[in-house]
Nanobody
């Protein structure tokens, strides 16, 4: 069993940065892949970024490539999402999710979810 809690959301101006954290509890977290997803009002949840249990395997949505960076610190059981050059279209609730070993871009493939953290980007 894995429990996830996101933090680091908030209000930021366009062009600014935020770093989200996903803290996990549970054994063998280092063997889990972690994905970040987001959901804006009246929109479907969408894939943002993910990292496999081996940190050199990462993936990004085209809309965030070059602006967002995902990383993990297995010693701290934490995955980070560094978000730079934010724009109002990035406004959403951001969720982290976990599944065994390899990441996918499909939310239905993930077994564990955090409650989410709100990110609001003002123009």
């Amino acid at each position: 069993q894995v429990q996830l809690v996101e933090s680091g959301g908030g209000l930021v101006q366009a062009g600014g940065s935020l770093r989200l954290s996903c803290a996990a509890s549970g054994r063998s977290f280092s063997t889990y892949a972690v994905g970040w997803f987001r959901q804006a009002p009246e929109k479907e949840r969408e894939f943002v970024a993910a990292i496999s249990w081996v940190s050199d395997s990462t993936g990004y949505a085209d809309s965030v490539k070059g602006r967002f960076t995902i990383s993990r610190d297995n010693a701290k059981n934490t995955v980070y999402l560094q978000m730079n050059s934010l724009n109002p279209e990035d406004t959403a609730v951001y969720y982290c999710a976990a599944r065994k070993i390899r990441y996918t871009i499909y939310s239905s493939d993930y077994d564990y979810w955090g409650p989410g953290t709100q990110v609001t980007v003002s123009s």
